[in-house]
């Protein structure tokens, strides 16, 4: 087996025995970003100089005994919203071009801690607002599966990474199903774990009640690993949690027997694909076989979800991006008469088309005449599908589903219709909105040979009933195929 090919944990333990260097393993991911950058676009910024300086004094320490860790030595993927001391940090926007932030995000500290060497920041919708990667000021990012299709958003570049073998694995940041969309899109597994496991600190912010960062794998095993490293308490955040069960790979265990597992009857209504749906069924079966107890159940308010997030969250953003003006740091505008004029250019030349919509949107919603009307009933419909929730897994273990109603799009197909890109997010966004864990792991080729993931909730602080649930689905799957370099152009 290739370098490339290795999952982390694989690749962890060659470092460990000695078999593969640390220097080797980044070379090896290096160079399979040099080949097939030019296809896939899913980094902003390549750190190649950095990397290998990292890479001696890591394999220095893992010889001297001091480092001892599965993830040493492996070489790792950073979402372009994660600030890195010294390296940009652009948020794939005009107006953060020149940023390199003077420190580093809490969650990209644990990993370099644990040893982890940072290849390079990748490719994302701006400003994380979007669902294909396509918004990005640096281009759009290809599905390596078939590069005449999106790699969803906005971790899309982390994904598409992970999927065209380019590191072993990636951190992305979901705000609304950012980290599992792109992951069913590009046949690699996710998880956003429970909101406050993992420091939000230098994380930049979209929606600060709704964003979490999480891992980006090629299996289970190591994204229980990764969120056993990144996960921390960190009183630089307000809202990290303090937790003392994060020890997530005791729970790969394929065993799910007597597990109930709930699928709501909404997300398999209209709308929803049929070879998706049938996907979804067929790995419901795999782990009914196994065991668990599966049921269809009505969830309820999910048609209130898509209003409910785009409310709260364009309203959060309109708050979040008010600092980029073109003062402090970033993008400003060359020709300009006054303050407010400069205010004014910079923003509009800095931010994309999707960001000015979000953050027109977010303004109106918390202006005086209509704060009432949208942001409190968002709020409160926040408030409802919590309880919907909280009703569902009194009841269940895990509940099942999609984690987008198709497989991925062609490129440009979503862009020309906003409101249709918002309406692909109806079975993710619910998740973020109730601050739960949610995870993707693939399950599935539609016939046009596109990956279909299937979506794994949980109940608040219960990652654990998800790693348990998706191991076992796993192992009963089988080994899954990335796409070589040889994978299908688009034409």
Request: with cysteine; charged share 25%; aromatic share 8%.
């Amino acid at each position: 087996m290739q370098i490339a090919e290795m999952t982390a944990l694989e690749l962890g333990r060659k470092i460990k025995q000695r078999e593969i260097s640390v220097t080797e393993a980044v070379q090896s991911s290096l160079a399979q970003i040099e080949a097939s950058e030019d296809r896939i676009n899913s980094f902003v910024t390549v750190d190649a100089e950095g990397a290998l300086k990292q890479a001696a004094l890591v394999q220095k320490a893992i010889e001297e005994g001091t480092l001892d860790t599965p993830l040493a030595g492996v070489p790792v993927g950073i979402k372009d919203n994660m600030c890195t001391e010294g390296l940009l940090t652009t948020c794939s926007s005009k107006i953060l071009y020149n940023f390199k932030p003077t420190y580093t995000a809490e969650a990209v500290q644990n990993l370099q801690k644990a040893g982890a060497v940072i290849v390079g920041k990748t490719n994302m919708d701006e400003f994380a607002m979007g669902s294909t990667t396509e918004t990005s000021a640096y281009g759009v990012t290809r599905n390596p599966w078939n590069t005449a299709h999106v790699p969803g958003g906005s971790s899309g570049g982390s994904c598409a990474a992970v999927a065209a073998c380019e590191v072993p694995y990636a951190l992305g940041s979901d705000t609304g199903g950012s980290i599992r969309q792109p992951s069913s899109f590009c046949g690699v597994t996710g998880i956003k774990p429970t909101y406050g496991t993992v420091s939000r600190y230098g994380l930049i912010a979209y929606g600060s009640s709704l964003d979490q960062i999480g891992p980006i794998a090629k299996d289970v095993s190591d994204c229980a690993a990764i969120l056993e490293t990144i996960a921390s308490y960190d009183k630089k955040d307000s809202t990290s949690v303090k937790r003392e069960d994060c020890d997530f790979t005791s729970a790969l265990v394929d065993d799910v027997k007597g597990m109930k597992i709930g699928i709501p009857s909404d997300y398999l209504g209209a709308g929803l694909d049929e070879e998706v749906k049938a996907a979804i069924l067929k790995a419901a079966d795999v782990l009914k076989q196994k065991g668990a107890i599966v049921e269809e159940f009505d969830l309820s308010l999910v048609e209130y979800a898509i209003p409910a997030y785009y409310v709260i969250a364009s309203a959060e953003a309109s708050s979040n991006l008010s600092r980029f003006d073109g003062v402090k740091y970033g993008y400003r505008a060359e020709d300009y008469e006054g303050l407010h004029n400069m205010y004014k250019r910079s923003r509009s030349e800095g931010f994309g088309e999707e960001v000015k919509r979000r953050i027109m949107l977010g303004s109106f919603v918390l202006s005086s005449g209509y704060y009432d009307a949208y942001y409190l009933k968002a709020l409160r419909t926040k408030a409802l599908i919590k309880q919907a929730f909280d009703r569902a897994f009194e009841k269940y273990d895990v509940i099942l589903g999609p984690a987008a109603p198709t497989t991925a799009p062609e490129l440009g197909k979503s862009l020309s219709d906003p409101l249709k890109m918002y309406l692909g997010d109806i079975y993710t966004i619910s998740v973020n909105l109730a601050g739960l864990p949610g995870m993707t792991v693939p399950c599935g080729l539609d016939s046009r040979g596109l990956p279909i993931g299937v979506q794994l909730i949980g109940d608040c602080f219960q990652e654990k009933k998800l790693f348990r649930a998706a191991y076992a689905y796993e192992q009963a799957r089988g080994e899954w195929k990335l796409p070589s370099l040889s994978a299908k152009e688009g034409i």
